[in-house]
């Protein structure tokens, strides 16, 4: 891709400076072997008397104008960034040009031919420099006078992120290679046009000569060649601006056969999109000429949206993209991109040329652009990992770049794990830490640790395919998650009182099945809480509901019994069963059928725990570790915890797995009760 | 006027001229990233000028005071400076140099000159207005399909027919 002085900003450098004299002298050959040293031979087009300037501009313009298309065309050169262009201003160039035409008639120069005239020793041209000397300073001494005019009538339509540039095409509202075609055949008939005047004037005339019918072939094949090359292949990139994409207000509406086409060929080649780093780009450089649309309810966009987007609701859109036509680009998105594609199309339909769509939609923006370093494979580079880590601060807010660069504050803190009463009430006012306490609610509304929502373990299960008490699927937990404002960046606290810390750790399952692996239980629990005499209140929390995005894939724990029996059979797998010992002997029974799977070992639950002062909480880890490397071989044996319904196993669960470094636990969710229940399984006593 | 070398040579095919010139155009475009241009050379010139008459007033002055105290150094002089050595090697090269005023036979001296002059002054005005003149606007502009760039080059003419008949008399043969 060709870097030019103007791209890389150094139109100032000796390199520039120096390829300018050489351009120029080129330029300079070419108008005086045009023989543009005379001006009676530039001022005879005025009379009909020498077609010249005609023919020499034009041909110039075609040739120029195509050579571009060309190197555009084969990727050679960015036009959005390398070049530069003079924005539109109607009423200034139709008065300027008008007075530069008096001018020019009257000398028969203008500056660069004058300057090839005074080359040729033409003093007629040396008098006019002298005059556009005097007519330049003559502008800057009135310039202030005159300033309305030098910027009036600025063409209303937009490109490249430059207010004001109208390219033809977009004026016309008919498409580039129409327009390549057009100019090129209009040049074409006004070279025989010309020819025909001279030979009418007895003039020597190229008039149907060979060399004229070839030069016209040449010029009409490259255009028509050019004619057929997709539109899109004159973008730089794709979500680079096809120069069709801006109309220059709403156009009544009905079926438009150029716009289906249009729009077809848009959608086909995916120049109605926007990718995700390249709105995170332009929203971090910031952009003036982009403006990001989210179309989603209100709520949902309360609770996280793209920074610097504005919510507009999508029977709004119309309304609001006809008052923005000055912008460059206008992105719509969701969640996903069905809504956004069928706006986007109605939006074009109505003649809205800058109006585009979010690949992916947000879930794409969020994974592509800001999900963590670390969470990514490939390994990125250096650089983009740079580029990742300043898209999450710039989106996310200071505190939530958290996990490339490891939040200060938690610091230390092993999650999921257990959190420290002192370290929570340091950090209580924390919008991003959620506290669910998991206590009745007779006990929560009499006082309950500030901002903290009451939720039973109990609303994280149902009857799941005929299986009472079982943890209810990704998609509902993620729901009663978002009607509690909760996020996937919060850090979640559980609180349990009493010996209840099966509680908090069933709670905890339902946050490890979404994937949300940022929580910790808070160590000894409510009891420890107000012993230390730390605040409590009864107000209840303030929310705005969230959309938390379901993950797939994140339960790698849950396990059937078909699996289950499998590791009965095959003895591949030490099965836990943490109910208490009446139970797994079969003296005592509350299912179908009294014992234990086959094979399983007992360590119930309660024996994990002990009072400590006032409150009870985990034996010292280091005791523990040394019961349960009694009873698993090591740290990477697989186990498969289990009780009567799953919600004692939680807790060993959470103790073998992040506190004690087991590797490979299960859960065996319906337990004891699913199992006596088969009565194909088989039971021991 | 009087021709400085015998035998002038005849001006080249005004189309291959033109290739000439587009393909120049083009260069530009893919080096420079801009179009040609050579009344924005001048206008720096004439800032430089009038600095050096009136510096303290240049300098306060808006649209001139905004090029600073080089004016000069800007890619568009050296542009303009190339077209001048360019026009002359060219002109040496071909034996076309002429010295004095171009008329018509009988078109008076006086004439020519307060046209020339005058042109100047409105050319020179309204280049700086536009931005550009037939090569940086005109030209450039319009093979960038820009569509003020086109409309200009459209007025030009327009300007050009309507006042032609005015000013035919100093191109009387």
Redesign the interface.
Request: charged content about 5%; overall charge positive; glycine content about 16%.
């Given at each position: 891709m060709i870097s030019t002085f103007f791209g890389a900003d150094s139109l100032g450098s000796l390199a520039a400076l120096a390829a300018s004299l050489v351009i120029g002298i080129f330029f300079g050959i070419s108008l005086e072997k045009a023989g543009f040293g005379s001006s009676k031979r530039l001022a005879g087009i005025f009379y009909f008397r020498d077609m010249a300037v005609l023919k020499v501009m034009f041909t110039a313009l075609v040739v120029a104008m195509m050579g571009l298309s060309i190197a555009i065309w084969a990727g050679l050169i960015d036009p959005a960034t390398q070049i530069y262009y003079m924005t539109t201003y109607y009423g200034t160039y139709i008065f300027a040009g008008l007075i530069f035409g008096v001018g020019f008639v009257m000398s028969g120069w203008c500056p660069g031919t004058a300057a090839v005239g005074m080359a040729s020793g033409k003093m007629d041209a040396v008098v006019f420099m002298a005059g556009a000397v005097i007519g330049s300073i003559l502008f800057n001494e009135i310039y202030p006078l005159i300033k309305p005019i030098v910027t009036w009538g600025q063409s209303g339509l937009a490109a490249y992120g430059q207010p004001g540039l109208a390219f033809l095409n977009e004026s016309l509202g008919i498409p580039r290679r129409v327009v390549v075609l057009g100019i090129t055949l209009i040049a074409v008939a006004c070279f025989w046009g010309s020819e025909f005047i001279e030979a009418g004037k007895g003039m020597k005339s190229y008039f149907k000569s060979p060399f004229l019918a070839r030069f016209s072939l040449v010029l009409i094949l490259t255009a028509g060649i050019l004619f057929l090359i997709p539109e899109k292949k004159f973008s730089a990139s794709e979500s680079r601006l096809s120069t069709a994409a801006f109309a220059p207000s709403v156009v009544p509406s009905g079926p438009d056969p150029v716009s289906d086409r249009a729009l077809l060929t848009d959608v086909a080649s995916a120049a109605d999109h926007v990718a995700p780093e390249e709105l995170a780009a332009a929203l971090y450089n910031r952009d003036p000429g982009v403006l990001v649309v989210d179309i989603r309810p209100l709520d949902e966009y309360n609770a996280f949206h793209i920074r610097g987007a504005v919510q507009v609701n999508m029977p709004d859109l119309p309304a609001f993209v006809s008052a923005r036509t000055d912008k460059t680009r206008i992105v719509l998105y969701s969640n996903g991109m069905v809504h956004p594609s069928q706006s986007r199309d109605q939006l074009y339909r109505s003649g809205f040329r800058n109006v585009f769509i979010l690949t992916d939609g947000l879930d794409g923006f969020i994974d592509r652009c800001l999900k963590p370093v670390s969470l990514r494979s490939p390994p990125l580079s250096a650089e983009a990992a740079r580029q990742i880590n300043a898209w999450r601060v710039f989106f996310y807010g200071h505190d939530q770049a958290a996990s490339a660069a490891p939040d200060s504050v938690f610091q230390g803190l092993k999650l999921p794990g257990m959190i420290d009463t002192g370290r929570l009430a340091d950090n209580l006012t924390r919008p991003d830490i959620k506290i669910i306490d998991s206590r009745s609610q007779p006990d929560y509304n009499t006082r309950h640790i500030p901002g903290s929502f009451s939720l039973s373990p109990e609303h994280f299960r149902g009857n799941v395919d005929g299986v009472p008490s079982m943890l209810m699927p990704a998609e509902i937990l993620a729901a009663k998650l978002s009607l509690m404002g909760i996020q996937p960046k919060d850090l979640i606290v559980l609180v349990y009182d009493g010996d209840k810390m099966r509680d908090a750790t069933l709670i905890a399952m339902g946050l490890e099945r979404i994937g949300h692996t940022r929580y910790a239980v808070l160590d000894g629990g409510f009891d420890k809480w107000t012993a230390e005499g730390k605040p409590t209140g009864n107000a209840l929390p303030q929310v705005q509901r969230s959309a938390y995005l379901v993950k797939h894939g994140t339960d790698m724990f849950s396990v059937s019994y078909v699996k289950v029996l499998a590791d009965v059979q095959n003895k591949s797998t030490l099965i836990l069963d943490v109910r208490p010992e009446d139970y797994f002997t079969g003296k005592k029974s509350d299912e179908a059928r009294a014992g234990h799977i086959p094979g399983a070992i007992n360590r119930v639950f309660s024996a994990d725990l002990a009072k400590i002062d006032a409150f009870i909480g985990f034996k010292p880890l280091k005791e523990l570790t040394d019961i349960y490397a009694k009873l698993i071989p090591s740290l990477d044996t697989p186990v498969v915890v289990h009780c009567r319904t799953g919600h004692q196993a939680s807790q060993t669960f959470f103790l073998l797995k992040h506190l004690l470094g087991y590797r490979n636990v299960f859960w065996y969710d319906a337990g004891w009760t699913e199992w006596a229940a088969r009565t194909e399984l088989p039971v021991d006593k | 006027?009087k021709l400085?070398f015998k035998e002038p040579k005849p001006?080249?095919?005004?189309?291959?001229?033109?290739?000439?010139?587009?393909?120049?155009?083009?260069?530009?475009?893919?080096?420079?990233?801009?179009?040609?241009g050579?009344?924005g050379?001048?206008?720096r010139?004439?800032?430089f000028?009038?600095g050096l008459m009136f510096p303290a007033h240049?300098a306060a002055?808006?649209?001139?005071g905004a090029w600073g105290k080089n004016p000069l150094?800007?890619?568009?002089v050296?542009?303009?400076?190339?077209?001048?050595?360019?026009?002359?090697?060219?002109?040496i090269f071909?034996r076309?140099?002429?010295?004095?005023?171009?008329?018509?036979n009988t078109g008076p001296l006086h004439l020519?000159?307060f046209?020339?002059?005058?042109?100047?002054?409105?050319?020179?005005?309204?280049?700086?207005?536009?931005?550009?003149?037939?090569?940086g606007?005109?030209?450039?502009?319009?093979?960038?399909?820009?569509?003020?760039?086109?409309?200009?080059?459209?007025?030009?003419?327009?300007?050009?027919?309507?006042?032609?008949w005015l000013?035919?008399r100093q191109?009387n043969d």
């Open positions: - | 006027m400085l001006f080249s095919n005004p189309y291959i001229a033109g290739i000439f010139l587009g393909l120049t155009l083009l260069a530009s475009f893919l080096i420079l990233g801009a179009g040609l050579a009344s050379g001048l206008a010139i004439s800032a000028l009038e240049v002055t808006e649209y001139f150094n800007y890619y568009l050296f542009m303009l400076i190339g077209v001048f050595i360019g026009g002359l090697f060219s002109a071909s076309r140099i002429s010295i004095g005023v171009e008329r018509g020519r000159l046209f020339a002059a005058s042109g100047g002054v409105l050319s020179g005005f309204a280049a700086r207005l536009a931005g550009g003149c037939t090569s606007q005109a030209l450039s502009g319009s093979a960038l399909l820009l569509s003020g760039s086109i409309v200009f080059l459209v007025c030009v003419f327009a300007g050009g027919f309507a006042t032609a000013v035919r191109w």
